[in-house]
């Protein structure tokens, strides 16, 4: 079959060259945005006298056609018979109505079409993941607010280090992934402006009304630079950098939610429907959900990756190479959506433990800087606390006890400042409970945090 483009050309395009050459296996997602634009595209050139009306009607009644028998599965989009989704579509159109169909690329190239159908598809795949990670921030939030009072330990270097809440914990990652959401949003604030009308890289001739066609299609503007409206993606390589950060943020709490799970820790139990079994230990029960987000970061970070490297040595305007961006951001969205959908109700399903929490917090003198504190609170200065208690600690270890079981004569014997007061001060309750500074584990500090988190939620929700 004779190529859009021929003409030119006195031979057909070699077989492998031509499979090589084709996009349509991974651009026909973007059917609905190709069609989209090609309505507005067609509005405007009619508006604008440059088809008829009559051709503009032929053309949105065959447009509405294909998108409707594309949407049921009607139409096979092969390789052999398209180059790719804007081919494919204005190939259709001009078999079903004739040389109207002809007329819709007038004052258009597909340089300006692909960078359009990108931006639109990219506008939507971002609106559809803000929701889905704003969807999980409603997860932590319901979590933290059933453990303000579940104490934990938290840690530095994967050592015990001070009391905190299994609430406060969530809310580290909640507000991890409200700048995530920001960052989405920055992105979706960065292309509000339409690439159509830039044509192969020059604009055109025909006296088009580019205000027009980003007006129907909910742009705030046109872009200001032909050359800038076809030869760049820095749209999709901020999409995947954003991507590529809400991962890592995920990766972090599934690393965290693999060792919780863990019978070294058992703080967590995933639900049986979000956990897997071993082929040859019956006692098993994987976190592989997590395990898988971990691995799937990875390809996230690919795609970001392989777009830096695409476009870093292109010359203005369009190239080839820029073909390659489509399944490098297909990719990252995907991931990013299935790795949202999957954690959100695991982490939901899961049972929190909390007496296991708790027993860890008491190991590991987490409450020594709290004693140190104490000491200091009474007028001894801190490095002589820090010391202070520090011998303390070293003597619980040479007893095998605890700061809270050692006996007031120790503590007497390393300084008089010390009274039976001391353990309310220790006590991991009180220390987590005097921790009101913004941003501490405190309950009414965190129940702030949920607050200001659950307004972020709703206020983004309604954007």
Known sequence: ??????????????????????????????????????????????????????????????????????????????????????????????????????????????????????????????????????????????????????????????????????????????????????????????????????????????????????????????????????????????????????????????EEVVAWCSWEFKFIELDDAYSTGSSIMPQKKNPDVCELIRGKTGRVYGSLTALLTQMKGLPLAYNKDMQEDKEAVFDAVDTAKMCLQVFAPMFETMTVLPENMKKAAYRGFINATDCADYLTKKGVPFRDAYKATGTLVARCIELNTTLDALPIEEYKFISDEFGEDVYHAIDLNTCVAERRSIGGPAPEEVSRQIAKIERFIEDESQA
Not at 84 to 95: F, G, K, N, P, S
Not at 150 to 158: D, E, K
Not at 210 to 235: I, K, Q
């Open 1 to 254: 079959m004779a190529k859009m483009w021929a003409g030119r050309f006195q031979k057909e395009t070699d077989a492998v060259v031509n499979d090589f050459n084709s996009s349509i296996l991974f651009d026909s997602r973007m059917f609905r945005e190709d069609i989209e634009g090609s309505l507005a595209h067609s509005t405007m050139l009619a508006k604008q006298g440059i088809i008829s009306e009559n051709d503009r009607a032929l053309i949105h009644q065959g447009l509405k056609g294909i998108l409707t028998d594309l949407e049921r599965g009607r139409i096979s989009l092969s390789p052999e018979k398209y180059e790719d989704i804007h081919m494919a579509v204005e190939q259709l159109l001009t078999e079903r109505i004739g040389d109207a169909g002809k007329r819709l690329h007038t004052a258009r190239s597909r340089n300006d079409q692909v960078a359009l159908d990108m931006r639109l598809y990219t506008r939507k795949e971002i609106k559809n993941i803000r929701s889905l990670v704003l969807d999980f921030m409603r997860v932590l939030v319901g979590k933290a607010k059933g453990n303000l009072h579940t104490v934990m330990p938290g840690y530095t270097h994967l050592q015990r280090a001070q009391p905190i809440t299994f609430a406060h914990h969530l809310m580290a990652y909640a507000n991890m992934l409200r700048r995530d959401v920001l960052r989405l949003g920055n992105c979706l604030g960065l292309m509000e402006e339409c690439p159509l009308g830039s044509g192969a890289l020059a604009g055109t001739t025909y006296p088009i009304d580019r205000g027009e066609t980003a007006r129907l299609l909910h742009f705030a503007a046109p872009m200001d630079n032909s050359l800038d409206g076809v030869a760049d993606r820095d749209y999709c390589i901020e999409l995947c950098a954003a991507l590529s950060i809400l991962m890592l943020h995920l990766s972090r709490l599934s």
